[in-house]
Structures are given as C-alpha cells and as structure tokens.
C-alpha cells in the first residue's frame, strides 16, 4: 500500500475516533472530580486563601484554573453553566493534538503501530475523567514533550535545541 493512502487512512481514522470522541462529551458524567476542581478553583476566585482555608493537596491544580474561572465568568457573566462542557471538548483537542503529533512522528517507522500508538492515547482516559484534570494535563504534557524530544533527536536537532533531560556536569578535581 502506498504511504498517501496509508496516511488518508489514518488521518481518516483519527478523525472517526475524533468525532465519536466529541460525540460523547455530551454523555459524559463524573460523580467526584470534574466538579471539584471548578468549585474549588471558584471558590479561590471568591476570596478563600490556597491552603489556609483548603488543606486539599487537590487544590494545587484548581489554583491553575484561577485565572480560566475568572476569564469563563467576564465571558458568560455565569459562574459554572456550559464550562464542563468546554472542558470536556478542549480535553478532546487536546488529546486528539497529542495523538497526531504521536502519529506523525512514529509513521515513518511503521504506520500501524503508529496509529495504533496514537489511538490508544486517544482513547485512554486515566480514571474515566474525560476532562481537563491532572491526570489529563500531566499526561498530555509529558506524552507531547517525551514526542518532541524524539523526534528533535531523530532529527539530529537534539543537542542544538537544549531540549531533553540529559544535562552534562563537569567533575572538578
């Protein structure tokens, strides 16, 4: 098969798995912590002091959404109504980013286990909180880093970057 029709095949399944993806937001439902990291992050924006009045070590990334809360209530002029849903569609974009970028760089090994690689990061959801959390915002920044660094040292571009985690110290004697 050639690599054009490999790649419209691809690119046609990620955007399947894409819309099914943006199809369930709507269905989605989370008893504990979708809601938990807006109201405590609210409740930042309405004057509670990070760890004085939340001993919560889960309030360190509701801290990070301070400024999204305040920037979602001077847009809607409301305090919650359609933010989870936002959030579950910038979940969507934002793993099906990472699932391109994973593709993209691992199709020039094989094509199928690059999309196979790409769908399953797509599609894994770390406690079956389908929104931006945590566990969502970690993963998806290591996962797209660890990307980027193999692919910067694939290239050959690596040590011209700085990028990566090797740092190199001088032992003096």
């Given amino acids: 098969m050639s690599d054009r029709k490999e790649n419209l095949i691809s690119y046609s399944v ?11 937001v709507k269905y989605g439902f989370i008893w504990s912590d979708e809601p938990y990291y807006f109201a405590t992050a609210y409740r930042f924006v309405l004057g509670d002091i990070p760890v004085i009045n939340d001993w919560n070590t889960g309030q360190v990334y509701s801290i990070l959404l301070i400024p999204d809360m305040k920037l979602w209530k001077a847009m809607t002029g409301t305090e919650f109504t359609g933010l989870f849903l936002v959030s579950r569609y910038l979940y969507v974009g934002l793993q099906t980013a990472c699932g391109l970028m994973f593709y993209r760089v691992f199709r020039k090994k094989s094509c199928i286990a690059a999309l196979g690689g790409a769908l399953v990061f797509m599609l894994y959801c770390r406690g079956g909180i389908c929104t931006i959390s945590y566990y969502s915002v970690g993963l998806e920044a290591v996962f797209a880093s660890l990307i980027m660094i193999y692919s910067a040292h694939e290239q050959g571009t690596l040590e011209k970057t700085k990028a990566g985690s ?7 004697e």
Avoid: D, P, S
């Fill in 14 to 24: 990620i955007t399947a798995v894409t819309v099914l993806m943006i199809w369930r």
């Fill in 166 to 172: 090797e740092v190199k110290v001088e032992a003096k």
